[in-house]
T-cell receptor, first 113, second 111 residues
Framework: DTEVTQTPKHLVMGMTNKKSLKCEQHMGHRAMYWYKQKAKKPPELMFVYSYEKLSINESVPSRFSPECPNSSLLNLHLHALQPEDSALYLC????????????FGPGTRLTVT | QQPVQSPQAVILREGEDAVINCSSSKALYSVHWYRQKHGEAPVFLMILLKGGEQKGHEKISASFNEKKQQSSLYLTASQLSYSGTYFCGTIRRGNDYKLSFGAGTTVTVRA
């Protein structure tokens, strides 16, 4: 099973809402990632978890809060977002660190109103 | 620092060949290639780890020139299924193994 799943597929939220994005993999991978992708742009790295510990935070605003409850799950908690945060949020996982191939989930299309 | 990809877009007829280039001003540890079709997630194609290394995936192959910090992706005898946006991702030596993607090359293969 080489699948990374993400829920929800689509999310519309107001600027005062709190919501969470979820990501799950059952490949035994020990690194998990959050990327943000705007239309016609490449994925931009947000966070990296390695062995369930946050190893990289690419200076992401605190309104985005990642969480890795266990080696298979990755969450992204959202609070007080801005309209410019509307984007496709991709989760990925890899066997160990970024030197290994990354498997991407289908993404969550987020719209902030 | 983002690698530089070229060309920005290419249109091919089935059976034609194309080359996509990816370069970095910094010393690289590895180069990754992904393809993303419209509305879908990026899909891994290959990783090149050593200078001069060449790899293949069906009729798609790639090379890595470590001295020039450049990688090229070769689409040979293109098929309709090759359409999509190709991203190179680079990992620089000594930067915590962060994967940085180039701006992408949109490939359109027509019958």
């Amino acid at each position: 099973d080489t699948e990374v799943t993400q829920t929800p597929k689509h999310l519309v939220m107001g600027m005062t809402n709190k919501k969470s994005l979820k990501c799950e993999q059952h490949m035994g991978h020990r690194a998990m990632y959050w990327y943000k992708q705007k239309a016609k742009k490449p994925p931009e790295l947000m966070f990296v978890y390695s062995y369930e510990k946050l190893s990289i935070n690419e200076s992401v605003p605190s309104r985005f809060s990642p969480e890795c409850p266990n080696s298979s799950l990755l969450n992204l908690h959202l609070h007080a977002l801005q309209p410019e945060d509307s984007a496709l949020y991709l989760c990925a996982s890899s066997q160990a660190d970024s030197t290994y191939e990354q498997y991407f989930g289908p993404g969550t299309r987020l719209t902030v109103t | 620092q983002q690698p530089v990809q070229s060309p920005q877009a290419v249109i091919l007829r089935e059976g034609e060949d194309a080359v996509i280039n990816c370069s970095s001003s910094k010393a690289l540890y590895s180069v990754h290639w992904y393809r993303q079709k419209h509305g879908e997630a990026p899909v891994f194609l290959m990783i090149l780890l050593k200078g001069g290394e060449q790899k293949g995936h069906e009729k798609i192959s790639a090379s890595f020139n470590e001295k020039k910090q450049q990688s090229s992706l070769y689409l040979t005898a293109s098929q309709l299924s090759y359409s999509g946006t190709y991203f190179c991702g680079t990992i620089r030596r000594g930067n915590d193994y962060k994967l940085s993607f180039g701006a992408g090359t949109t490939v359109t293969v027509r019958a």
